[in-house]
């Protein structure tokens, strides 16, 4: 769903997209001027297919090249929430929602400071009743930086 918003926000501002399922895949893309790579979060870690999927990339094929990162979780504890589990949000969900772009940066890719994190409802799903609109604005604000990479450092050939 969230994959499905931010392809249908990159074809409506022109560009070519296509969405690939880790599941489907044989080797990572090798082609293409920007890569989006999202997964859920699961027991405060990206799942295995796409830690593996970071692993294979082609890092020449990529480098300098925007990598995007985007991640299904749970949202953050509300205000109700004692400190331990405000913490247990910082030290493990929002830091599985950066691996990928990590893992990306450890191997020398270009990856956004920016991580899409859109929020599920529960457990089960399903996407929180802002999750497609703020992938679809996050999408627009990273095509507004490839028009204008002085806007963000991040965007931009190393
Ligand atoms: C077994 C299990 C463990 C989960 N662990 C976490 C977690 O540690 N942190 C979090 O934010 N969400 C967690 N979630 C919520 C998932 O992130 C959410 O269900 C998922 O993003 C929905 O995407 P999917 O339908 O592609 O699985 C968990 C969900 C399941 C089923």
């Known amino acids: 769903m969230v994959a499905e918003a931010i392809v249908g926000q990159l074809r409506a501002e022109g560009h070519d997209a296509e969405i690939f399922s880790f599941r489907d895949l044989e080797s ?62 910082e030290k493990w969900d929002i830091k599985a929602a950066q691996q990928i772009r990590e893992a990306a940066r450890a191997m020398g890719l270009n990856a956004l400071e920016s991580v899409l ?9 399903p996407l929180a009743d802002d999750g497609l609109e703020k992938s679809r604005q996050f999408t627009h604000d990273f095509i507004a930086t490839l028009n204008s990479p002085s806007v963000n450092p991040g965007v931009g050939v190393v």
């Open 117 to 125: 994190m859109a929020h599920v409802k529960g457990l089960k799903g």
């Open 28 to 89: 990572p893309p090798s082609q293409g001027d920007f890569l989006f790579v999202g997964s859920p979060i699961r027991m405060g870690k990206v799942t295995k297919k796409a830690r593996k999927f970071m692993e294979r990339m082609d890092v020449e094929a990529w480098k300098g090249k925007p990598i995007v990162t985007f991640v299904t979780m749970l949202p953050p504890p509300g205000p109700e929430a004692d400190a331990k589990k405000r913490e247990s949000y």
